[in-house]
């Protein structure tokens, strides 16, 4: 994990430029199956609309399923290139105070599956985190994580990097459910773009 420079830069969770990569994948936040509420065209002329969240850059978007496609709250979607079996095409990107209620519900436990899904890329969250400043620490960034929490980390860490989510709660007393931990974050970044320091949100 990259180090913030003091001008403000950001991280990446995986070493990698994930900015200039497409969303192969979401998540299904909510199924609209006659568009927006606010929508004044008659039934006939609407159309379902479904909104999710992808997994590699936890972009919020809005997707038009295939006709006679249902896809349920939390279902996986592929959204890449090539033949799609239940989405038909992206239709545009979202901001968080365009989601439904129900999808805004469904957020963060849609980000704990995609973080559980994928332990050995979110792992590293707790395995690579630097200082951001002298006087702050990228650990310090996550909700529930003080400072006593942080150093016990860092102190485990010496001795080797944490295998799993579930070698981390182990070695490091106090600390209970990584994922939930890193998914409120990923959410705070989601809902307020003027957060500072962007770990997840590129």
């Given amino acids: 994990m990259r180090e913030?420079?003091?001008?403000?830069?950001?991280?990446?969770?995986?070493?990698?430029?994930?900015?200039?990569?497409?969303?192969?994948y979401a998540r299904v936040?909510?199924?609209?199956?006659?568009?927006?509420?606010?929508?004044?065209?008659?039934?006939?002329?609407?159309?379902?609309?479904v909104q999710a969240i992808g997994e590699e850059r936890f972009v919020l978007m809005e997707l038009s399923p295939k006709r006679n496609k249902i896809p349920a709250v939390h279902d996986r979607v592929y959204i890449g290139e090539g033949t799609r079996e239940v989405i038909d095409h992206v239709v545009k990107k979202l901001r968080y105070d365009e989601l439904t209620q129900t999808?805004?519900?469904?957020?963060r436990y849609v980000i704990e599956e995609i973080v559980k899904s994928d332990e050995a890329r979110f792992i590293?969250?707790?395995n690579d985190?630097?200082?951001?400043?002298?006087?702050?620490?990228?650990?310090?960034?996550?909700?529930?994580?003080?400072?006593?929490?942080?150093?016990?980390?860092?102190?485990?860490?010496e001795?080797?990097?944490?295998?799993?989510?579930?070698d981390l709660t182990k070695?490091?007393?106090?600390?209970?459910?990584?994922?939930?931990?890193?998914?409120?974050?990923?959410?705070?970044?989601?809902?307020?773009?003027?957060?500072?320091?962007?770990?997840f949100i590129l």
Avoid: C
């Avoid at 490091?172 to 320091?197: F, Q, T």
């Fill in 4 to 24: 913030h420079a003091r001008r403000g830069g950001r991280q990446s969770t995986g070493g990698k430029n994930r900015g200039e990569k497409r969303e192969t």
């Fill in 29 to 49: 936040l909510d199924y609209l199956p006659y568009g927006h509420l606010d929508d004044s065209r008659p039934v006939y002329q609407k159309k379902p609309l």
């Fill in 103 to 107: 999808a805004k519900v469904e957020l």
């Fill in 124 to 126: 590293k969250v707790f």
């Fill in 129 to 157: 985190a630097r200082p951001i400043t002298t006087r702050l620490h990228t650990l310090d960034l996550f909700p529930g994580i003080g400072k006593k929490l942080m150093w016990a980390i860092l102190e485990e860490r």
């Fill in 159 to 166: 001795k080797g990097p944490f295998k799993s989510f579930d």
């Fill in 171 to 199: 070695r490091v007393k106090g600390l209970y459910h990584p994922e939930k931990i890193i998914a409120r974050r990923i959410e705070d970044e989601i809902r307020d773009e003027s957060v500072k320091y962007k770990l």
